[in-house]
């Protein structure tokens, strides 16, 4: 049996879970105080995934740059690629809350979407 000791992020407790497993099963999830902290230790454990921010370059806005963030969750493992992509993204103006900037990002089916207007 092995185990994992995580801090949640799922919520602001930021709780203390243990999980415990053997190969791909979960035996036990211990230490958190809500249900979001045990789902949360599951996914960790096996497939971490992480929701980015970011910013991209607006092109003829009143604005240089526009905060933008991935509409859901994306693979731990692809923060880096996702990152380098982002950087590299020019848009136009106008842009507004909720535009897709980047569809289906690295092919996850996660869109990156615009969270602020910039006229």
Do not use: W
Request: aromatic share 4%; with cysteine; hydrophobic share 35%.
């Amino acid at each position: 049996m092995e185990r994992k000791d995580l801090t949640c992020i799922g919520c602001p407790m930021g709780c203390t879970v243990t999980v415990e497993f053997e190969g791909e099963e979960v035996l036990e999830v211990s230490g958190n105080t809500c249900a979001i902290g045990d789902q949360y230790a599951r996914n960790e454990v096996f497939h971490p995934e992480r929701t980015i921010t970011s910013t991209v370059t607006v092109d003829g806005g009143d604005k240089p740059r526009c905060s933008v963030k991935t509409a859901g969750n994306i693979p731990k493992d692809k923060i880096y690629e996702c990152m380098k992509l982002i950087d590299a993204t020019r848009v136009k103006a106008p842009v507004k809350i909720g535009d897709v900037v980047i569809k289906n990002v690295l092919g996850t089916g996660v869109d990156v979407v615009a969270t602020k207007n910039v006229s």
